[in-house]
């Protein structure tokens, strides 16, 4: 009896062995993978790796800082970092700060004198980097729109037939397509698209605006696959307005590739608003002196009458 024991255990070992379920394939966003598959597709594939270090500088104001929170919302692949110093040696540290964060793309949003905010666009280490102005900033907070989209999803680009028109339009929208594009497989995003970002170019300046995709899922009425008809755009926000000032060669700084010439400085604009209002007082003076000047070249013929009731 214990060598039949002895045979059917070992037959029972031998048939556990045969019995071992194969190993399962690994799981993606996408699809399931398996080993033989990934053994026929060899051939090397492009992966995009993009990553954005998102920061700011020292004294920005609430409403600068809102937005840039907001962008970092919308950016699921962004990283954001202390604030840097604004000074003459930023682009250093802002260089040091993506490289050691892993980066491939930086966005500074740097405020000036409490009023004034400006947006770097800069690859690095080795550039191009684009200066912008932004004006006409509406965060999400203040707008308080009905829009609203899932955290994480990957957005539409859509711009404008401008972009094509001049090379520096083209190299700006390719830096914007690499930056605000999400990565596929990228472990923070979620796998479908339900946002726009829509770019466009009105007088020279690049008008931002983020719209949610609303598709009606009622069980009566369910939407076919391609009804575009049906599809309507909610906006969601941020909205903002960007300004190009100059493009240069390297990371924040290096040969200029490009300068704008219509765009004007807001110290400028603020100079040429304190002379108007400064131009008001000189005329008056100018008016009174005038005044005084002609009541002394034809003075008053004297009144026989003024000294009548005197005594």
Known sequence: MAKKRKHEEASEEGRKKDEVAPERPK???????????????DAPVFRNKEKVLITCSRRI?????????????LLPHSKKDNKVESEDSKGATLN?????????YCLFFECRKQKDLYLW???????????????????MEELKLTGNHLKGSRPILTFSSNFDKEPRWMLIKEMITQIFGTPKDHRKAKPFHDHIFAFSIVDNHIWFRNFQVSVPHNE????????????????????FCLNPIKIFG???GGPTLYSNPLYIS????????KRKKAGKYVKKVK???????????????PDEFADLWKE
């Open 61 to 73: 104001i609430s409403r600068y800082r809102h937005l840039m929170l907001n962008m970092v919302a």
């Open 266 to 273: 807001p110290n400028q604009i603020r100079a040429m608003e």
């Open 96 to 104: 040091e700060l993506v490289e050691f964060r892993n980066c491939t």
């Open 27 to 41: 799981r993606t966003l996408t699809a399931w993978k398996s080993e033989q598959l990934e053994k026929q597709n």
């Open 250 to 252: 390297g990371s924040f």
């Open 121 to 139: 666009m800069a690859r690095s280490p080795d550039g191009p980097s684009v200066k912008f102005l932004v004006n006409a900033v509406h965060t």
């Open 287 to 301: 008016a009174k002196t005038r005044r005084k000047m002609h009541e002394l070249e034809n003075p008053l013929e």
């Open 220 to 239: 009566t009425d369910k939407m076919d696959r391609g009804g575009l008809d049906k599809m309507t755009l909610i906006e969601v926000g941020p909205r």
